[in-house]
């Protein structure tokens, strides 16, 4: 059964520093992993789906790494903004299952 | 509308209450999620539908009934519910199954007295 884990649990940072995530899953056969964002009270809100054949993904300030022999993905944040407070989840999808499996999340404070 | 829209956003309900959650996607995708998300646990999956047929029933109580009638609505109809049933609750959708990008909706927070 895929568990999936995150580190740190929660996170504080002054703004404009550069930050990474990190995620950790059991099974080595994901079809994919997926980072989402959940502010306060709210939904999910998709960051980056890596596809299992891919090393990482780019998406303006954020990178996703994916290495699937350690188990590993970790979400770089660079430039941090008050604005990037919340809490941050990874997700794997599995070859042989048919949904995703959650991690608890990081919760990412910013000061200003 | 676009996106993934939930009603209500909020509901109060005792136990012995009977109410529905709505889940609408405007994205035209053929899967549909429930998720629970409880205060200091990792998001639950609860049911998955795929062009309308259940495909996943995550062991969850009876007195959780989904109800998919399209594939751009889902509902979840609750019956005497537990308070530790209070939690929100997600819908996502996606186009596919096989791990396509999932597009989730605000959620309902649900208090069970």
């Known amino acids: 059964k895929q568990e999936v884990t995150q580190i740190p649990a929660a996170l504080s940072v002054p703004e404009g520093e550069n930050l990474v995530l990190n995620c950790s899953f059991t099974d080595s056969a994901i079809y994919n992993l997926q980072w989402f964002r959940q502010d306060p009270g709210k939904g999910l809100t998709s960051l980056l789906l890596i596809q299992s054949s891919q090393r990482e993904q780019t998406s303006g300030r954020l990178n996703a790494s994916l290495d699937k022999s350690s188990g590993r993905s970790t979400l770089y944040i660079a430039a941090s903004q008050p604005g990037d407070s919340a809490t941050y989840l990874c997700?794997?999808?599995?070859?042989?299952?048919?949904?995703?499996?959650f991690g608890p999340g990081t919760r990412l404070s910013v000061l200003p | 509308e676009t996106g993934v829209t939930q009603t209500p956003r909020h509901l109060v309900m005792g136990m012995t209450n009977k109410k529905s959650l709505k889940c609408e996607q405007h994205l035209g995708h053929n899967a549909m999620y429930w998720y629970k998300q409880s205060a200091k646990k990792p998001l639950e999956l609860m049911f998955v539908y795929n062009f309308k047929e259940q495909t996943e029933n995550n062991s969850v109580p009876s007195r959780f009934s989904p109800e998919c009638p399209n594939s751009s609505h889902l509902f979840l109809h609750l019956h005497t519910l537990q308070p530790e049933d209070s939690a929100l609750y997600l819908c996502?959708?996606?186009?596919?199954?096989?791990?396509?990008?999932?597009?989730f909706g605000p959620g309902t927070r649900l208090l069970v007295l």
């Open positions: 996502a959708s996606s186009p596919g199954l096989a791990g396509y990008d999932q597009y």
């Open positions: 997700a794997a999808f599995n070859n042989y299952g048919q949904n995703f499996v």
